[in-house]
């Protein structure tokens, strides 16, 4: 399908991009792997005056370890990430969920910034970034600001992003000694988007559950955290019965969207079985990795 017509600009440094982000206010997109936005200016569902094309800024890409963080520059492709033995070693749950996105040729230009600004319900990196409490670093005309994952994603494709901040990077805390991850996901294939997804991280410490983390993709306009679940798992050790009660407790209050994909109560159903499974498989790598 043809693109609405827009202005193109390639700047040669983030500071550039920033100015032309806030000379053009609400009307410029900043294009990074284009496997989102160019497929919604196709479909005219935005239609920005200006593009920002930040590929040729280089300083944005990559992975880097520092202070118990690992710090992954947006522009950063999906596929370097997946393919990071860092990422694999101190992120394994970002490791879990970057192979569950659509195609290695969409990976291979897709980026980790591009995901997150994104903010779709049902990605898994968003749904990561929450489960990690990961953190956001943008650049904007009055300077960096650093947003905590619970800050960050606002609505559907809305995020705490001014129209003039660029993102910089996406810092993951470095794993706990102890921990086991899983990304558990319902789609119609592989390579789909997911109905529901769910990132789960527990750690163990002597055989008791010290740190539990869930979060959904798929439920809500925004990756949801299910607090409850997590606290009454902290402190007892791993069963079948426990993960039941988790699954229950985790799925109570929730009302999904119904969408020609499933209904609410088809998703909340999945979302339960995920609990299940993903517990399960967090608690066996768990003990694989130690
Ligand atoms: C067929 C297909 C299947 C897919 N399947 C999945 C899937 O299963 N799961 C999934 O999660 N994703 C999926 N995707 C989307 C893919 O992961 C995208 O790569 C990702 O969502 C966006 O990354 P991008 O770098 O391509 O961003 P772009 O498309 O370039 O940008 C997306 C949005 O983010 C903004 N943006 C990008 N970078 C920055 C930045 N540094 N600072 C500020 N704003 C920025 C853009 O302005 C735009 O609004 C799929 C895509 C396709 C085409």
Redesign the pocket.
């Known amino acids: 399908m043809k693109l609405p017509r827009f202005d193109y600009e390639a700047p040669a440094t983030v500071a550039e991009a920033v100015e032309l982000l806030a000379a053009h206010e609400d009307q410029a997109?900043?294009?990074?792997?284009?496997?989102?936005?160019?497929?919604l200016l196709a479909l005219r569902l935005?239609r920005p005056a200006v593009l920002i094309d930040?590929n040729g800024l280089g300083e944005?890409s990559g992975v880097s370890v520092t202070d118990g963080f690992v710090t992954i520059g947006?522009?950063t492709r999906?596929f370097a990430a997946e393919e990071s033995a860092t990422v694999a070693d101190a992120v394994p749950l970002l490791a879990a969920a970057l192979p569950?996105?659509?195609?290695e040729a969409?990976?291979s230009?897709?980026?980790i910034?591009?995901?997150m600004?994104?903010a779709?319900p049902?990605?898994?990196?968003p749904a990561v970034a929450r489960a990690l409490d990961a953190e956001f670093v943008v650049r904007g005309q009055s300077g960096d600001r650093v947003i905590p994952a619970a800050e960050w994603f606002e609505g559907y494709l809305t995020t705490s992003?001014r129209s003039d901040?660029?993102?910089l990077e996406v810092r993951f805390p470095a794993v706990m000694p102890g921990t086991g991850v899983a990304f558990q996901e319902i789609?119609r294939r592989h390579?789909?988007?997911?109905i529901v997804g769910l990132a789960a991280s527990l750690t163990l410490d002597d055989g008791a559950i010290g740190d539990a983390r869930l979060a959904f993709a798929g439920l809500a306009d925004v990756p949801v955290r299910a607090a409850e679940a997590e606290a009454f798992l902290v402190g007892q050790r791993p069963s079948a019965g426990l993960f039941e009660e988790a699954a229950r407790r985790a799925t109570a209050g929730l009302d999904p969207p119904a969408d020609l994909h499933g209904s609410s109560e088809y998703r909340k159903k999945i979302a339960a079985t995920l609990v299940r499974r993903g517990l399960q498989a967090a608690a066996r790598n768990a003990g694989e990795r130690q």
Do not use: K, W
């Open positions: 997109s900043v294009l990074a792997g284009g496997q989102s936005l160019i497929p935005a930040i944005l947006a522009l999906e569950l996105i659509g195609h969409i990976r230009r897709g980026t910034g591009g995901s600004a994104h779709d049902a990605a898994e990196l992003r901040e660029i993102l789609a390579g789909d988007f997911a």
